[in-house]
């Protein structure tokens, strides 16, 4: 069963950064295509940030965090991290990351808290 594990979450400011980290414990982690999800309680989950393991263009955003939140990857890592900038109240969530296709999805880790809050 893979496992993921996600980091970096914490207290922060708006107009504040922020850098998520998620591991993944799967061989050839490079074929999966990955993203990061929030949820806040009460609400469903939502994707926010996605990362294709290949193909053109590689990422797509969620249009509220478009130009502030970047995805990238370290396939030799088994890795996949946001960046957050300019950071929002309503950016307040747990983040979790996992494959992209909905449909085959692995188990859920415990996710990261981001609380922006002055």
């Known amino acids: 069963q893979v496992q993921v594990v996600e980091s970096g979450g914490g207290l922060v400011q708006p107009g504040g950064s922020l850098n998520l980290s998620c591991t993944a414990s799967?061989?050839?982690?490079?074929?999966?295509?990955m993203a990061w999800y929030r949820q806040v309680p009460g609400q469903q989950r939502e994707a926010v940030a996605t990362i294709y393991a290949t193909g053109d263009p590689k990422t797509k955003y969620e249009d509220s965090v478009k130009g502030r939140f970047t995805i990238s990857r370290d396939n030799a890592k088994n890795t996949v991290f946001l960046h957050m900038n300019s950071l929002k109240v309503e950016d307040t969530a747990v983040y979790y990351c996992?494959?992209?296709?909905?449909?085959?999805?692995?188990?859920w880790g415990q996710g990261t808290q981001v609380i922006v809050s002055s």
């Open positions: 996992n494959r992209a296709i909905l449909s085959n999805l692995w188990s």
């Open positions: 799967v061989s050839d982690f490079r074929i999966y295509a």
